[in-house]
């Protein structure tokens, strides 16, 4: 089984108490999609959660009927996702949240990416050989960047939530410590991971049961260390994570075997609030994240080369538009790998990058009848000299204040380590710095120098949490799931919206391609029909099957309603109504 992350979008229409549903009455009912239609949303007039996992969505779903905001439903799902999704919810990994507040128009970005500790070192993977430690870098204690996921949330509930801290977090402590049933899919997926999260003790107990084996779906499964961190966080705030017992937990764990976070990395740990990245499509503002994400850039700038041409012209999933489309992503992706890092370290072309100008330049070499050699097409500028596990939610609350948030482990269960003591499972984010400039990482992508590893640097990211407004208001909530495929999912899924007029869940489970300039490869989903596939063989682009793509999950608001869809290739997911239920 590949890595897997989660992905999840909300958005919250709040109310003041739950007495107020029964003096609603709906000024109208939505159009139901047609009987053709495949694959149909949920809709609400109250707000929607689509998560990844059926429970954490529920969570959701209940501080919006306690009469919380959107933040408050997002930072309480993020912390239930590390009780029940622990292939990717998290409190040792890191992410971004974007938030927009209606009645200012306030746009900010909240980074709280993980951090490169302050020992670590450009060349610290590398054997003797001069290649890549594999090992290292992924299932090690090494592996792992200072957590930011606990920053971050505490940082937007204490800015823009609205109710008390504790009601917040108590869903996720209470998950923990009396247990909840736990899904086929998780079941399934601590199996395949077995080799890896039976390499550590703390791990081995947290995953398997005193006898070594799993747990079977349904059965109840409880983590007591881990309900018992988050009552310290609850009572201590940041400091509950970053100071005390649990700080000492992490350094102590870390000292013991090689790796590198110390109490002072976790002490000096700082969220980054950052201008988020605007560009527009066809009349819709769309607002994404920033670097360290290349997600944003690399999304707005294909939007950019799609809007040279008519709706009509990406009318179907046929070869001529796909060829262009898959031309348009393999520009993005090479202006990704040589001219992206951390903004706090490398100055970037970010304007130029997102000009239309730029764009219809990058466009203007795409042949309508040939796939382009990506050996032969580089960045478009000059560089200067400069030396997935994930998980995203979306928020839109009755006021329109909208919030979309996207965290990570980065692969399947981080390192696969588990802090004895705490049940908190480490992310392995330094294998998204460039640890050998060229060298391809995890998910195949190839990065440059501006990516490489230095003390207190963030990875470059393609995690891609994205808002598109429509007429100024709140329209679409969009992220994903899967590393580099996260960004042209997202790609995909707002083209379906806006040029094919699809449904939310139709534009969600819409077949795709995604190329990512190297390795030089076309990779497609098994709804992508034969003579497509046929088609884009003969103008010279190299396709390779592939059953695992970017896991979307989004919600639509349209007339009044919130639709929401839980993409069905990550099983699990669902779309949550306050007062209506999954």
């Not at 605007?278 to 920033?290: A, E, L, N, W």
């Not at 609350?397 to 049940?423: C, E, K, R």
């Not at 998204?432 to 990875?459: C, H």
């Amino acid at each position: 089984m590949r890595p897997v992350t989660i992905v999840f979008s909300i958005v919250v229409l709040v109310v003041s108490a739950r007495s107020a549903l029964a003096e609603h009455a709906f000024e109208r009912l939505p159009t139901p999609p047609l009987p053709t239609a495949v694959h149909h949303p949920n809709a609400s007039q109250h707000g929607m959660v689509a998560a990844q996992d059926r429970i954490a969505a529920q969570v959701g779903a209940d501080i919006l009927e306690d009469g919380g905001n959107a933040v408050d439903a997002a930072v309480a799902v993020g912390f239930a996702l590390a009780v029940t999704h622990p292939q990717a919810g998290n409190l040792g990994g890191g992410g971004f949240m974007l938030i927009r507040m209606q009645e200012t128009g306030e746009s900010v970005a909240i980074d709280y990416r993980e951090t490169a500790p302050a020992a670590a070192s450009r060349d610290m993977y590398l054997g003797n050989d001069g290649d890549v430690d594999e090992d290292a870098i992924y299932y090690s204690h090494r592996a792992s960047g200072v957590p930011g996921t606990v920053a971050g949330l505490i940082h937007a509930h204490e800015k823009f939530g609205v109710l008390p801290f504790r009601r917040v977090i108590n869903p996720a402590i209470r998950l923990a410590k009396h247990g909840h049933p736990i899904h086929y899919f998780t079941a399934a997926s601590v199996e395949d991971y077995r080799e890896i999260l039976e390499r550590y003790p703390a791990a081995r107990a947290e995953f398997f049961k005193p006898d070594g084996t799993g747990y079977a779906p349904g059965e109840k499964w409880r983590r007591p260390e881990l309900a018992k961190v988050l009552k310290t966080i609850r009572r201590h705030g940041t400091d509950g994570f970053y100071a005390g017992w649990v700080a000492d937990a992490i350094a102590d764990e870390m000292a013991a075997n090689g790796g590198l976070i110390t109490r002072e990395d976790l002490a000096n740990f700082k969220v980054v609030e950052r201008v988020p990245v605007t560009g527009s499509y066809r009349g819709h503002d769309i607002i994404s994240f920033p670097p360290p994400s290349s997600g944003g850039i690399l999304l707005i700038q294909m939007l950019n080369m799609l809007a040279l041409d008519e709706p009509a012209a990406f009318s179907g999933p046929d070869a001529d538009s796909l060829h262009v489309l898959i031309e348009i992503m393999r520009r993005a992706y090479a202006d990704r790998a040589e001219l992206m890092g951390d903004a706090d370290f490398v100055d970037m072309p970010t304007d130029l990058l997102l000009s239309p100008d730029y764009a219809a330049t990058r466009a203007s070499t795409i042949k309508p009848d040939r796939a382009d050699q990506s050996s032969e097409i580089f960045n478009g500028v000059e560089p200067t000299n400069e030396g997935g596990q994930t998980t995203h939610y979306s928020v839109i609350d009755q006021h329109g204040n909208m919030v979309a948030n996207t965290y990570t482990l980065n692969l399947s269960f981080g390192s696969g380590v588990v802090i004895p003591g705490t049940g908190i499972v480490m992310n392995n984010e330094m294998d998204d710095f460039a640890a050998k400039p060229g060298v391809p990482n995890a998910y195949g992508l190839v990065m440059g120098e501006r990516n490489a590893i230095e003390p207190g640097k963030r990875p470059l990211s393609s995690m891609t949490p994205t808002l598109v407004l429509k007429d100024g208001e709140p329209y679409l909530s969009v992220g994903a799931q899967g590393g580099s495929r996260i960004i042209t999912a997202v790609f995909n899924i707002i083209r379906n919206v806006i040029d094919k007029d699809m449904n939310m869940a139709e534009a969600v489970a819409a077949p795709r391609v995604h190329h990512q300039w190297k390795p030089d490869q076309v990779l497609y989903g098994p709804m992508v029909s034969n003579d497509t596939v046929a088609g884009l063989s003969s103008k010279g682009h190299d396709l390779a099957p592939f059953d695992w793509f970017a896991t979307a999950n989004a919600v639509m608001v349209k007339d009044g309603w919130y639709y929401g869809y839980s993409d069905e290739r990550g099983p699990g997911g669902a779309a949550c109504a306050p007062y209506a239920g999954c």
